[in-house]
């Protein structure tokens, strides 16, 4: 039977109970055998502990706060009586009954009682040895009940398995300890001294931040090598807890030193500074630059860059040159829009709304703009396409751009090329040069705020080269889908992504954009207008919006069709709609005048007002007549669009010399020999005496000399003019002709048919002969261009003057 020593109740302070806690009776292995030895008592008084478990060997200190607990504690001090100690369910059940109770405990005996302070029984117990509680037989005054021993199978002393077992505990526990800020090392010298293999691990268990129901199913498990392996299962996991935390501690703690450190040199370098007269308001700025980098969406590299900057600037004298550039430098990287998009507005419908809001015409244009918007939709890459608007002054090519960029809900930039020689222009200068920027194409970029502008890029053709390098290389750069994800600006000194930009150029010319440029872009060709077209312009968008510039009301002025018409034909020679918007504005600035001036003026429009405001109609370039042999008309392309072309030929009396005037190219030159080699060589059958040749020198002249012509396309119209000089024949009248000659008659197919045909229009010209191959060309033009026109396709010369000539001649004809 157990035997405990009785103890006095002592009333003793917290300082001095925690003092004596403190001590650790150790069991010698021979303690233990006697304790084994004792049988468990039939019936015990049973002590229910709220939130721990007692093991066979371990002394713990209990608080009981319950009567019954109390009671019990002093009665079983007072009798000498061991009690047992069984762990609750549910520390929250005030007043336990059996089922309320693990059935597993521990037989223990009291060491020492204390009366605290505050009322409450502290007593020190030790747990002896297991037992089950078999039935509860008396409730009152506490809990009593009959017990079961429990059989407790103990490994062979010279079992290896589980002597290795006690020693990695061993190990593990003092581990443990020495992780443990908060178990004090003591705790291992005791480890070290435990003999007895079973309270080692009951010692370990007991100790371990474990929760209840773990610790009593470890109390609960009879063979103690299984038991020891449970427990050093807990020991593990509680191991790799303890090294996280420590992990995560030491961390922590090396972060806060280094921003201590930092922090320390940050304000040891500001001091240093200020001394140097650096003043407070550089570090505002620094400090400013700092906080508006953190909002900014860099990729690494970009923002390593910055701070290497950032971090230079840092250390320079503000008096000194260099740390406005610094400053002009760092500003820059934070303007640039570093990977910040506009979101792309795909409702194409809404798209061509705007675009036909803005531009009367212009369908084909308008329709593969929108074929392009919706690729772009498809493909929703972000990767834009680059276009190239082509076509003559005026045509709304660049105001094209700004509707596109309205239509896709981009930002829009533009800049124009006409006449940049020099390289830097575009891609900056180094930024050591005195007044150092970025180029045109960083800077527009920046205006723009996003990174998916639309961009102009006006008179792409009129980039020219100079001794400062190549524009174009720079440009070739810039639009090619392959370079421009890494733009390279010199005073950037980063690539800067142009690959999502939308890329729009505009250009009056093929032939002067340098070929590589050309070939990266999508030509879209915009021709001229019809007279018809631009008076539905003038009507609809120059005439508002001239007198929204000048401050006027709709009602206020009134410009009818016939008198736009009039303007068009008597006052502008263009394929564009510029001059007429300035004839327009004119007239406009007419009426504002009146109204300020409080004079009387013509609200609706007449021709004779047209003339008083605008004076006598100035425009010819209209066909005139057929009334003169040698005279016909031709059609030429210039950069400004189409245009018709009078040739004109004499006979003089000479020795057969051909003079030309025109001021014309070489092309030309040879167009006319070759016309006049052709006609002597087919005297014969064109009815000629080849006589005559001898006996007159020819003049060709293709008048308005100041302005210097070329191109082989006006062939057939010098053959066919000289062809009527010789034969006095009259010329079919309102026809009109291109097309290029051969030595053998034959005629060739020439460009620029479109401008050209709306030139022909323009004229009044009523039949257009071309050469059989310029068929798809007419073809491809919209029907509404060519209303009015007939058209002969022809391939050698003959056709030509069989249907160019008539049989007639001219009116006081010369008899050769
Ligand atoms: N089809 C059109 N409908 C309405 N307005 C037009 C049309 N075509 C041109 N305009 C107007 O004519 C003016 C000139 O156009 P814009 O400056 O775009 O010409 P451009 O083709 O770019 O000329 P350049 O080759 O000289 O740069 C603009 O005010 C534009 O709005």
Not at 700 to 721: F, N, Q, R, W
């Amino acid at each position: 039977m157990f035997k405990p020593k009785k103890f006095q109740i002592d009333i003793m302070s917290q300082q001095e109970f925690d003092q004596d806690a403190e001590f650790i009776p150790l069991l010698s292995s021979k303690d233990e055998e006697e304790m084994n030895a004792e049988a468990v008592p039939e019936t015990l008084a049973i002590l229910p502990l709220r939130n721990m478990v007692l093991f066979p060997g371990v002394v713990i200190p209990i608080t009981a706060g319950r009567d019954q607990s109390i009671k019990l504690l002093q009665e079983a001090n007072k009798n000498n009586e061991a009690i047992g100690v069984v762990a609750q369910k549910d520390e929250s059940v005030e007043d336990p009954g059996q089922e309320d109770l693990h059935t597993t405990g521990v037989v223990a005996r009291i060491l020492k009682v204390f009366k605290m302070p505050d009322g409450n029984t502290t007593v020190i117990i030790q747990g002896k040895k297991r037992f089950e509680i078999d039935n509860i037989v008396e409730t009152e005054p506490y809990l009593k009940a009959t017990t079961k021993s429990v059989v407790e199978a103990r490994p062979a002393a010279e079992n290896e398995e589980f002597n290795a077992i006690i020693e990695k505990i061993k190990e593990l526990s003092l581990e443990i300890i020495k992780e443990s800020p908060n178990i004090p090392s003591e705790a291992s010298f005791a480890i070290k001294n435990i003999e007895s293999n079973s309270f080692l691990v009951n010692f370990v268990s007991s100790n371990m931040n474990l929760k209840v129901e773990d610790k009593q199913n470890l109390l609960e498990i009879n063979d103690l090598k299984d038991r020891a392996l449970e427990t050093l299962k807990f020991m593990n996991v509680e191991r790799q807890k303890l090294e996280l935390k420590n992990d995560i501690q030491s961390r922590v703690q090396t972060d806060i030193n280094k921003q201590q450190r930092e922090y320390f040199l940050h304000q040891q370098m500001k001091t240093i500074q200020e001394e140097l007269g650096g003043g407070v308001s550089s570090h505002q700025e620094i400090d400013e630059m700092r906080q508006r980098a953190k909002t900014k969406k860099w990729d690494d590299k970009v923002k390593e860059h910055f701070e290497k900057e950032l971090a230079k600037m840092q250390r320079m004298n503000p008096q000194v040159a260099e740390f406005s550039i610094q400053r002009n430098y760092l500003d820059l990287i934070l303007d640039l829009p570093w990977n910040e998009y506009s979101k792309d507005n795909f409702d194409l419908k809404r798209a061509m709304k705007i675009l036909d809001r803005d531009h009367y015409g212009l369908d084909d244009v308008k329709k593969r703009i929108i074929e392009y918007l919706a690729v772009l939709k498809l493909r929703n890459d972000m990767k834009s396409p680059i276009l190239c608007l082509y076509g003559p002054p005026g045509v709304g090519k660049t105001s094209l751009g700004k509707s596109i960029a309205e239509a896709l809900g981009r930002e829009y930039v533009r800049i124009s090329l006409g006449g940049l020689r020099d390289e830097a222009e575009i891609r900056g200068h180094r930024k050591t040069y005195i007044g150092a920027m970025p180029g045109r194409i960083i800077q527009s970029i920046k205006k723009a705020k996003t990174s998916n502008p639309v961009f102009v890029l006006d008179e792409i053709d009129k980039l020219s080269s100079s001794n400062n390098g190549d524009p174009s290389s720079a440009m070739l750069e810039v639009l090619d889908p392959e370079q421009n994800n890494s733009f390279y600006d010199n005073f950037l000194e980063m690539g800067f992504d142009l690959s999502k930009v939308m890329f729009v150029a505009t250009s009056n010319s093929l032939q002067t954009i340098q070929p590589a440029l050309r070939d990266r872009m999508e030509i879209i060709n915009v021709t001229g207008y019809t007279i018809e077209e631009k008076v539905e312009i003038g009507k609809r968008h120059l005439l508002p919006k001239q007198l929204k510039e000048h401050g006027m009301q709709k009602d206020q002025f009134k410009l009818a069709k016939p008198q736009i018409e009039k303007i068009v034909e008597g006052y502008t020679r263009e394929s564009g709609v510029r001059s007429l918007d300035k004839q327009i504005a004119k007239m406009v600035r007419y009426a504002a005048k009146s109204i300020a001036m409080e004079d009387p003026y013509d609200l609706k429009v007449t021709n004779e007002t047209v003339i008083e405001v605008l004076g006598a109609p100035r425009m010819r370039d209209k066909y005139e007549n057929n009334d003169v042999a040698g005279v016909v008309t031709g059609l030429a392309w210039t950069r400004v669009g189409g245009d018709i072309l009078f040739i004109e030929s004499i006979l003089s009396k000479g020795k057969g010399q051909l003079n030309i005037t025109g001021n014309l190219g070489k092309v030309m030159k040879e167009s006319a020999t070759i016309a006049m080699e052709y006609i002597k060589a087919h005297a014969e059958e064109l009815g000629i005496n080849p006589e005559t040749f001898d006996k007159y020198n020819v003049h060709i002249h293709v008048p308005e000399g100041a302005t210097p012509k070329d191109g082989p396309s006006a062939g057939i119209t010098m053959l066919t003019s000289l062809v009527s000089l010789f034969t006095q024949r009259k010329v079919k009248k309102s026809i009109a002709m291109t097309g290029e000659i051969t030595l053998r008659g034959k005629v060739l197919p020439v460009g620029g048919i479109k401008e050209k045909i709306l030139a022909a229009k323009r004229a009044r010209i009523k039949e257009i002969l071309l050469c059989e191959q310029n068929r798809r060309d007419i073809e491809e033009i919209k029907a509404d261009y060519l209303k009015g026109l007939t058209f002969h396709y022809v391939s050698d010369m003959s056709n030509v003057l069989e249907l160019a000539l008539t049989k007639q001649k001219v009116k006081n004809a010369k008899v050769l």
